[in-house]
């Protein structure tokens, strides 16, 4: 896949070329989530446990399949001082390192008791003891936390270390593509200078070990999506946002709209949204391809085939996905006929054509503009 990744260089910080072209992917791009998709511990499906998220195996094993790229989450170490604890100072300073992990948290057990540690706040050595290691131990078992609160000892078919963002670069093929989602606690607030040194820190090694790897930024922060924009010209940024389907304090983030005018006035080129937000209003497709940017979906509708390929008929660029062996595989089976070309089409301007060639669905495009009429009601109430 042709992007324009030559290298991340780094800007003056001056907010140049916002009138730049419109980014356009080549394709109808499949994006593996966290890797070969996202691991749901309390989940009954089997699949979403099948291999470790966030893992050098998890990005290589989905590299496998047709898709474009992964996407991971980076986090780095806080340049945060501790008045008066020299000693603690030094932890949570002195390595830096940009690592790859989902969660704010990550909890272990000790002496039988359930504890948690903030992922930016360890030293690396410290985050990588943690889950398997190199040498077939597990001495710091990890467990998770559900939004509800459960917690379940984080076990999964095929396990794999922790690893930084260098790790990923250096080890996961060279063709595959990295959409980078720079992840932030939501409940902190970050000043300019602390976001603008966690960002350095993390092109530093982008820098260093990209080549000519397909690479996009993304990030839920509206601050972080400006910042990185302004501190690279080589890669595109995509605002992240759930549409409103959650609420939070920052408006900015609350609503499509929002995110239309964060990216024209940062000049970013694109956006990632939860794929309900999508849905329930089909119209913004249009807007934001008016606004000359590029439309990305996130979300659990996106493991339903007939969803992302609705998306795929309304416009929409690509999908970020859990079931990427199914979905890429059936993407990569679409077949478009224009009604001249099928003398069965019972006049009918269009069909589409996806999954295997023994069991392939016939879908017309008048049947995708009545369907996108009742999605709002039936997607309102979807649990994340």
């Known amino acids: 896949m042709a992007l324009s990744v030559s290298s991340a260089k780094l800007s003056t910080g001056v907010e140049d070329d916002k009138k730049q072209k419109a980014f356009v992917f080549p394709k109808f791009v ?45 986090q780095h170490k806080r340049h945060t001082e501790m008045k008066g604890e020299p000693h603690l100072r030094q932890v949570v300073t002195k390595d830096g390192c940009p690592v790859i992990f989902h969660d704010n948290f990550i909890f272990t057990q000790e002496q039988g008791v359930i504890i948690e540690k903030r992922v930016t706040e360890m030293a690396l050595h410290e985050f990588i003891s943690y889950g398997p290691q190199k040498d077939g131990a597990n001495v710091n078992p990890m467990f998770r936390k559900t939004k509800d609160g459960r917690i379940f000892q984080w076990k999964v078919a095929e396990d794999d270390p922790l690893c930084t963002l260098k790790d990923a670069f250096v080890k996961v093929k060279r063709s595959q593509g990295f959409n980078i989602e720079l992840k932030f606690d939501d409940n902190i607030m970050y000043g300019e200078e602390e976001l603008r040194q966690t960002l350095e820190n993390i092109l530093k090694v982008v820098d260093e070990h ?6 996009i930024f993304s990030s839920f922060h509206p601050d972080v999506a400006r910042l990185i924009r302004n501190l690279q010209l080589s890669y595109p940024v995509f605002f992240l946002t759930n549409g409103g389907c959650e609420i939070y304090a920052d408006v900015r983030r609350n609503s499509l709209d929002e995110a239309i005018k964060i990216c024209k006035e940062g000049g970013l080129h694109g956006i990632v949204s939860e794929a309900k937000a999508i ?64 003398e069965e089409d019972d006049g009918r301007k269009c069909l589409i054509l996806f999954g295997e060639e023994s069991k392939k669905v016939r879908i017309s495009s008048d049947a995708i503009a009545l369907l996108t009429k009742f999605v709002p009601k039936t997607t309102l109430f979807v649990q994340q």
């Open 210 to 215: 990209a080549e000519d790897r397909p690479i």
């Open 30 to 74: 499949i994006m593996g989530h966290r890797g070969f998709g996202m691991n749901m511990l309390q989940s009954p499906d089997e699949k979403l446990k099948s291999i470790k998220e966030n893992s050098i195996l998890s990005f290589n094993v989905a590299a496998d399949f047709p898709i474009e790229f992964v996407e991971f989450d980076v």
């Open 279 to 342: 849905l329930r209003t089909p119209n913004v497709v249009t807007q934001i391809k008016d606004s000359k940017l590029s439309l990305i979906s996130y979300g659990q509708l996106n493991n339903v085939v007939e969803v992302v390929y609705l998306q795929y008929m309304m416009g929409v660029d690509g999908v970020i996905v859990d079931m990427v062996m199914e979905i890429s595989e059936a993407i990569a089976s679409i077949e478009v006929r224009n009604d001249e070309d099928d």
